[in-house]
């Protein structure tokens, strides 16, 4: 499905990611994580057209993607959920939602998809109506999430969706996220709770100063003890 080689981005004439190279596959849930300022959200800002690469190549089913405008990302099935949400805050959740269906493609079924928005996210069939800056930090990274899910994509992005939210809104997301990769959308999580995100991963990649540490299934890649107490901390074994 997708397919990273030797993926390099700058800011300015400083290196951000360098020789960078991922899949994911049809359907598959693979997460990337590594310690703050390691760039994960570079690369998944690259992956969804939102930064320029300076050289190496992205494809997506065999298409070229790298130099395309994000808009073009979005056409061929690729949904990002930045960090940090950027809802319209004084637009309603329905108004945030439906701004995520609006391409033609996806247009059509906009209603049937907002109902499944809010058959995964309950919560927010109830606040349909209420000003998004109005809901909890919680509840807009549901609404975050619903909004790229409008688009119907084949490839979710989500970049630190667990960010500031408490313990068991966490879990309530994770299960989301669970229930939308089964329904057979492919997810690239980039993540800081290491711990669950490894849990729900089939594959994954540890970013380290720009470049990929270790890649495998998440107990091989967090196999080495100096490896895991360097970047992640004393986790549990997998």
Known sequence: ???????????????????????????????????????????????????????????????????????????AGVALVPEGRRLFARMTVRENLEIGGYARAVRAARNRTLADVCTLFPVVRDKLDAPAGSLSGGQQQMVAIGRALMAKPRLLL???PSLGLSPIVVQAMFRAIREVNAAGTAVLLVEQNVTMALEIASRAYLLEEGRIAAEGTPAAVFSTPELRRAYLGDLPQL
């Open 1 to 75: 499905m997708l397919d990273v080689r030797d993926l390099r981005v700058d800011y300015g004439r400083a290196p951000a990611l360098w020789n960078v190279s991922l899949t994911i596959g049809d359907g598959e849930l693979v997460c990337v994580v590594g310690p703050n300022g390691a760039g994960k959200t570079t690369l998944i800002n690259a992956l969804a057209g939102m930064h320029p690469a300076k050289s190496g190549r992205i494809t997506l089913d065999g298409c070229e993607m790298t130099s395309l405008a994000p808009h073009k990302f979005s056409a």
């Open 158 to 160: 989500l970049d630190e």
